[in-house]
């Protein structure tokens, strides 16, 4: 679930390798590409962290992260 902390929408993800971790890094950076919105994250082996906001707004949370947090569910194994 994405949690609100400090004006960001944040959820980690936990894939059974490295190579999983990417896949759905791959998937969510065409989601991001797609929608013109982009996450902060970090990977280390088979975690993926994300925090979303809005950068234009003033980093605050937007309709523009809610979107993108439902698409990242739906290619989230
Ligand atoms: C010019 C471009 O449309 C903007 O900079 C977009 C790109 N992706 C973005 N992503 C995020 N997370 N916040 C933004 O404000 C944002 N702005």
């Known amino acids: ?6 004006n960001k929408l944040y ?3 936990t894939f059974s390798d490295f190579k999983e ?3 759905f890094m791959t998937r969510v950076a065409d989601i ?3 929608l ?3 996450p902060t ?3 280390t082996y088979n ?7 809005t950068h234009d707004a003033g980093d ?3 309709i523009k992260d809610r979107e993108l947090a439902k698409a990242i569910d739906t290619v989230a194994k």
């Open 21 to 23: 971790a990417f896949a």
């Open 11 to 13: 959820r980690a993800f």
């Open 1 to 6: 679930m994405w949690s609100e902390t400090d």
């Open 60 to 62: 605050i949370i937007t």
């Open 47 to 53: 975690k993926v962290e994300i925090w979303l906001s």
């Open 32 to 34: 991001a590409s797609r």
């Open 41 to 43: 994250w970090t990977n």
């Open 36 to 38: 013109n919105h982009h």
